[in-house]
């Protein structure tokens, strides 16, 4: 399953909010350096979705704002 989100990092709270779209939009305190902000994403993705952060991976948007993450189902089991 493909998930959409949109990471807003340096934020002053970590927040995770679904629009009506279906993207996320997930504002994470780390910088967007040396893949701090895609990996706590991550994390912050995994938890909202009751997934362990192994079931979530990055696929596109390594370098801008926007990403796709894939959550693999089967790696909770």
Do not use: C, W
């Not at 340096?10 to 967007?32: C, L």
């Not at 390594?62 to 894939?70: D, I, L, Q, V, Y």
Request: proline share 5%.
């Amino acid at each position: 399953m493909l998930i959409k989100v949109r990471v807003f990092p340096n934020s002053r709270k970590e927040s995770i909010e679904k629009d009506a779209d279906g993207t996320y939009r997930i504002k994470v305190r780390v910088p967007a350096e040396r893949n701090q902000a895609n990996v706590r994403a991550r994390e912050l993705l995994a938890t909202a979705l009751g997934q362990k952060p192994g079931a979530v991976k990055l696929v596109v948007g390594h370098r801008g704002p926007n990403k796709r993450f894939e959550v693999n189902l089967k790696v909770n089991q």
